[in-house]
């Protein structure tokens, strides 16, 4: 069984065990979490509609950065240059049950 969950701004696809990445959340290491459900899938059922009281239960793990996004602008002949740079903070999270 799995399912895709809502996670911030993007759908990640989960099972039960998974350890997933997050956009970050103030929430305290080793407490719970729940994520709503848009699809869920069991065997050969696939249930999209009726999903109001499902929901995933996540324990959060800690928190995690992503790769280093280097962001350069030039311009020819003006000596116009600049350079920026981003890391985004994730939360990791474990996946401990999916209930429909």
Known sequence: MYAIVRAGAKQEKVAVGDVIEIDKVSTPVGDTLTLPVVLAVDGETVTATGLDK???????????????????????????????????????????????
């Open 54 to 100: 499902a929901s995933v239960t996540v324990e959060v793990l800690g928190a995690t950065k992503g790769p280093k996004i280097v962001i350069q602008k030039y311009k020819n002949k003006t000596g116009y240059k600049k350079r920026q740079g981003h890391r985004q903070k994730y939360t990791q999270v474990k996946v401990t049950d999916i209930s429909l």
